[in-house]
């Protein structure tokens, strides 16, 4: 079985990651990972390498339920921005 990974470098804002792992889940994908990041008031984007979640040892299900709670700790930060890795 061949595994596609998708990491798209397409930033989201908190509200708009929560709406794309809802239709994630709705597609039945796995998540495999959230990479969240923080701009800058220059516009330069920071990982934060301490907050990176890996869920690919999870299953589909697990991976959703860990999504939700990875993110359920952000969002009080307007300058947080989120990359769902997914297959």
């Known amino acids: 079985m061949t595994m596609t990974m998708t990491m798209t470098n397409n930033y989201n804002t908190h509200q708009v990651s929560l ?3 809802r239709e994630m889940q709705r597609q039945d ?3 495999l ?3 969240p ?7 330069r984007v920071t990982p934060d390498l ?5 869920f690919s ?3 589909r299900r697990q991976s959703h339920a ?3 709670r990875f993110l359920e700790m952000y ?3 307007p300058r947080e921005r989120f990359d769902l890795v997914v297959e």
Request: charged content about 25%.
């Open 33 to 35: 990972g959230i990479e």
């Open 57 to 59: 040892d999870a299953s």
């Open 19 to 21: 709406q794309r792992l």
């Open 66 to 68: 860990a999504a939700w």
């Open 75 to 77: 969002g009080s930060d």
């Open 29 to 31: 994908r796995n998540i």
């Open 50 to 54: 301490d907050g990176i979640a890996d």
């Open 37 to 43: 990041l923080v701009v800058a008031d220059a516009g």
